[in-house]
């Protein structure tokens, strides 16, 4: 019987990454929650928090560069691009992005997302996950956990009008989260894209047009 990396192997999404040079299947949640909700409109300055190993800074670069050229008008623009990914584990690196190896949840992460913009941004992605112990209900108040530090982040170091994606495992507390985090925003969607494991409980949450 196929063990459970085997069955990861011949997965649909899996083999996709594979053709196409993603470094992960997760590039596909990103592409499908991109095309439902065009979170990259406009978007220069990217953060991406729970990063490694890389799909999602790899489709961030992506609509950044056909940002620099989609966008040469007289609205918000710029002629560059920033992105940071965060992540505990090391990240091996993608041209013109910035990895930093660090615990978002410190205190020290908002002095270099401050530092190397030297603005607000545009968008702010997680993706990031706790490690799963296996006992649902705790999972879920540790995930919860992380998505209140990553609120933070965003309150903090996201633009007026900005967007932003938090992964959240579905649960009794998740409803709370996601009123605090609609304060924040004019609309609030969850959603789980079609890349997303059916047996999975993960959900994200994507905040459009900060206020
Ligand atoms: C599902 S993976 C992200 C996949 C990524 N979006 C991609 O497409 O390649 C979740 C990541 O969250 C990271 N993570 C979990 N807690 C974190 C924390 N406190 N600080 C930074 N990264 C964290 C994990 O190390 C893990 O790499």
New binding site residues.
Partial sequence: MANKRELHKQEPFYKQAKKEGY??R??YKLLDIQKRFNIFKRAFYILD????????LQVAKKFAEENLEKYKDQFYYRDHYKIIG????KVSPIENINTIK????KLEIKEQIDSYFRAKLDIILS????KKIGNKFTDHIRQLN?CYNILGIVKNNLKYKGNAVIKAFQGSDFDTFAKEMKSIFRFLKSYKPKASKKKSNEIYLIGLQKK
């Fill in positions: 470094r992960a997760s590039a928090l729970g990063c490694a190993p890389g799909s999602w965060i992540d505990i584990k660090a615990d978002l949840t993706d990031a996950s706790i992380l």
